[in-house]
């Protein structure tokens, strides 16, 4: 079992920065990527940033210069820097975790966090 806490939302005006962080707890050492998810109202939840256990990095289309994943594996904490925000990265954001034991895969989010960018 892997827990995950996001913290670091708010709200913040165009062209701001936030920085989230995930602190994940538990079977840390089974944890093969993690990433960043977001789901504003009325809409799907997407893929904002993933990064693997070896530091691989992958950014939605919508964020790719904006914003930064990184993984400090000594305190299990992932982040999102995010720079130059737009009203339309308004959404709640949600820490991600993909563990393999063997061949089996299982999926761990957390309780999520609100990011609210005005214009």
């Known amino acids: 079992q892997v827990q995950l806490v996001e913290s670091g939302g708010g709200l913040v005006q165009a062209g701001g920065s936030l920085r989230l962080s995930c602190l994940a707890s538990?079977?840390?050492?089974?944890?093969?990527?993690m990433g960043w998810y977001r789901q504003a109202p009325g809409k799907q939840r997407e893929l904002v940033a993933s990064?693997?256990?070896?530091?691989?990095?992958n950014y939605a289309a919508s964020v790719k210069g904006r914003f930064t994943i990184s993984r400090d594996n000594a305190k299990n904490t992932v982040y999102l820097q995010m720079n130059n925000l737009k009203p339309e990265d308004t959404a709640a954001y949600y820490c991600?975790?993909?563990?393999?034991?063997?061949?089996?895969?299982?999926?761990?989010w957390g309780q999520g966090t609100q990011v609210t960018v005005s214009s």
């Open positions: 991600n975790a993909v563990v393999f034991v063997g061949i089996m895969m299982s999926t761990y």
């Open positions: 538990g079977s840390t050492a089974s944890i093969n990527a």
């Open positions: 990064i693997t256990s070896g530091g691989n990095t």
